[in-house]
């Protein structure tokens, strides 16, 4: 995603476009690692050597309310956000603690409606052993 499309995409959002968010979320584009608060700021203070973790929180705090991020809760104490493309799942290594994304879905991701509930957010989780742990155990 270019920096236009950032930008179009704040505007779009009601997101003031500040240097510090769109390398923020510029980190999400290129990174699909579900990174934590503390995993970012140590990126971008590489590059952004004012930047604060402070205006690291605020910042995934406000993606987060304008529906461009989502927290991801798998373990407790342990808040990773993730890049809304489209739908999905997570699925959590017990090994090697990668999250990956699941585009699979099951037909409850799609539905908007409950038992007469209006479905607004959807948290599916699974957790196992990834395919390269598996590997790993099998040699």
């Known amino acids: 995603m270019k ?62 309310q304008k529906k461009l991020l989502s927290e991801i809760l798998i373990e407790e104490n342990q808040i990773k956000f993730d890049f809304i493309e489209k739908p999905h799942i997570h699925f959590k290594c017990k090994k090697c603690e990668k999250i990956y994304d699941i585009f699979k879905m099951c037909s409850i991701i799609k539905c908007k409606e409950v038992n007469g509930h209006k479905v607004e957010e959807h948290h599916i989780y699974l957790i196992g052993t990834c395919k390269e742990c598996l590997l790993k155990t099998k040699k």
């Open 3 to 64: 920096k236009e499309e950032i930008l179009k995409l704040f505007k779009e959002k009601g997101i003031k476009p500040s240097f510090q968010r769109v390398e923020v979320f510029k980190y999400f584009i290129e990174n699909k690692t579900h990174p934590s608060v503390d995993e970012i700021f140590k990126h971008l203070v590489k590059k952004i050597p004012t930047l604060s973790i402070t205006t690291v929180y605020n910042t995934l705090k406000l993606f987060c």
